[in-house]
């Protein structure tokens, strides 16, 4: 089984802040099957990172992802008010689990 | 429109039984696989089950392997996923996504609860 450990747990940060969130995977994540998901509260998680660098559909160009291996960021370049959410990592790249990361909390300092 | 609903959730015993289904609309649904995952009360995601497209490749996590069944109907546009000998930590929200790799559309979840 792959663990993906998110970091930080909780990230204090301003509107117009730049944000770096970090997942790590306990083993090399195939292909870069690696998918970065917001949930607000109250709300289903929404897809917004596919293969580790891809935006979804409809997604802003402010989030951006990259890595590859055992090492993935996702970065959203100036927070908007929407953006003070949960984030989780979850790979999807090998045979089941396929698991999620911890989440990041971003909140407004 | 790409939609998932699910239903099916409520107040149900330890040792007891539900069975949770998502309906889906405003896409080929036999094209893809689907899935369910579940989130318990202020905790992060945990995925719980998946069927391939056609139904013959189910995996399930360890935690709730033997007691929970997915299942499909194609014909119907609909998932579903049967739970028995429900415990209190099976308490969650449980969502069901459709993918073709990443799980790219979510419905908004039905909540089970498991308690005496």
Do not use: H
């Not at chain 1, 109250?42 to 990172?49: C, D, H, K, T, V």
């Not at chain 1, 890595?67 to 100036?78: A, H, K, M, V, W």
């Not at chain 2, 308490?91 to 089970?112: E, H, N, Q």
């Amino acid at each position: 089984e792959i663990v993906l450990t998110q970091s930080p747990g909780t990230l204090s940060l301003s509107p117009g802040e730049r944000a770096t969130l970090s997942c790590r995977a306990s083993q090399s994540v195939t292909s870069g099957f690696l998918a970065w998901f917001q949930q607000r509260p109250g709300q289903a998680p929404r897809l917004l990172i596919y293969g580790a660098s891809n935006r979804a559909t409809g997604i802003p160009d402010r989030f951006s992802g990259s890595g590859s291996g055992t090492d993935f960021t996702l970065t959203i370049s100036r927070l908007e008010p929407e953006d003070f959410a949960v984030y989780y990592c979850q790979q999807y790249g090998r045979s089941p689990p396929l698991t999620f990361g911890g989440g990041t909390k971003v909140e407004i300092k | 429109q790409v939609q998932l609903v699910e239903s099916g959730g409520g107040l149900v015993k330890p040792g007891g039984s539900l069975r949770l289904s998502c309906a889906a609309s405003g896409f080929t649904f036999s094209d893809y696989y689907m899935t369910w995952i579940r989130q318990a009360p202020g905790k992060g995601l945990e995925w719980v089950s998946y069927i391939t497209s056609g139904g013959t490749i189910i995996y399930y996590a360890d935690s709730v392997k033997g007691r929970f069944t997915i299942s499909r109907d194609n014909a119907k546009n609909s998932l579903y996923l049967q739970m028995n000998s429900l415990r209190a930590e099976d308490t969650a929200v449980y969502y069901c996504a459709r993918s073709l790799g990443p799980m790219d559309v979510w419905g908004k979840g039905t909540t089970v609860t498991v308690s005496s």
